[in-house]
């Protein structure tokens, strides 16, 4: 799992964005200049390493214990190589002790806001947890079995899940500190309502071979296959097979670009390098023709930033405009019939 949005923020508001190194206390975020933007020099370092053959590794403490707040002391990088490098010097005591006393410093001679600090943890606890349900560390693995073989599937755990997302979503207490940041949130929640809800009009569960089994597939029905042959039927039914495909992938497109856009707004207003390393966002869609898969950046363009998802018929007739489609066309199945 790595290190989460929250103990990022934890670790870096108690250190107030300061080397903890006695005597060092240099700013760890540079301010901007007219043509940069703020720049991140600092580190944060394992007191006890992630890997037990590291500095200090010999632990008892598990993986996920060796990525939470206790167990982190931000630095800059030459005294985080200087503990690093003398291990035997640096004690996993003697950390604890430097930590101690700086954040007791911060807190004795610095002015914190502790009320933004307040609320950028209570926003980070919840991105957390999105990324968590909506298994964004394997978007691309996960996302693979929609965009694949022209018949979207996902395993019954990931519905369940990003049931989850749309509920906790839903049931959030906003801070009301970053309004598009909410905005942004909510905004995925509603695209992925539509998705599931367009998803499940035509779904089917496989068959488990044994009925205890917890995990299976759900793949979307191919209703065109007919028992007696009618061409006209038959292509009529693909037609609208295929429609249902490409909106369901149409769907999960305006899904990443939801939370690539969110991703933004955390870099923006809550933790500037947060997943620097990992990157954007990729969709992978395939076979092709040539039976190549081709990965794909979506994101939204900076006249769509205003009014984002705009509901399940209004995109149906944009999605074309996007920077990525797969359909086109506004269809009245997956709307209430009205008489």
Not at 59 to 66: F, G, P, V, W
Not at 302 to 315: D, I, V, W
Request: aromatic share 12%; proline share 3%.
């Amino acid at each position: 799992m790595g290190i989460s949005l929250k103990t990022h923020k934890i670790l870096w508001g108690k250190s107030g964005n300061k080397c903890s190194f006695p005597d060092c206390k240099i700013d760890l975020v540079m301010d901007e200049s007219e043509t940069d933007d703020p720049s991140v020099v600092g580190e944060e370092a394992h007191i006890v390493a992630r890997k037990k053959n590291g500095p200090r590794g010999i632990s008892n403490l598990t993986k996920e214990q060796r990525d939470k707040y206790n167990n982190l002391i931000l630095l800059c990088s030459v005294h985080h190589k200087v503990i690093d490098d003398q291990e035997t010097t640096y004690t996993i005591e003697l950390l604890k002790q430097y930590k101690k006393e700086h954040e007791n410093w911060i807190n004795q001679n610095l002015s914190i806001d502790k009320i933004k600090e307040r609320d950028d943890i209570v926003y980070a606890g919840y991105i957390d947890r999105i990324i968590e349900l909506a298994d964004i560390n394997s978007w691309k693995g996960w996302t693979s079995y929609i965009f694949g073989g022209g018949s979207p599937s996902m395993r019954n755990t990931t519905i369940d899940n990003l049931r989850k997302v749309i509920e906790f979503i839903l049931s959030r207490v906003w801070p009301k500190r970053y309004s598009k940041l909410e905005t942004a949130i909510i905004n995925f929640k509603n695209i992925t309502n539509d998705f599931l809800s367009v998803f499940n009009e035509y779904a089917e569960n496989e068959r488990p071979s044994n009925r205890n089994e917890k995990e299976y597939m759900v793949y979307t029905e191919k209703f065109y296959k007919i028992r007696e042959w009618d061409t006209e039927r038959y292509n009529k039914l693909l037609s609208k097979y295929e429609y249902h495909c490409l909106l369901v992938e149409d769907l999960l497109l305006e899904m990443t670009r939801a939370i690539n856009h969110i991703f933004d707004l955390v870099r923006l207003y809550i933790f500037p390098s947060f997943r620097m390393n990992e990157g954007v966002l990729l969709i992978e869609i395939g076979p092709f023709m040539d039976l190549s898969w081709r990965t794909y950046r979506t994101e939204y363009k900076e006249n769509e930033l205003e009014n984002l998802y705009p509901g399940l018929r209004k995109f149906m007739e944009i999605r074309e405009n996007r920077d990525q489609s797969r359909g086109k066309d506004i269809s009245e199945d997956y709307f209430p019939k009205t008489y």
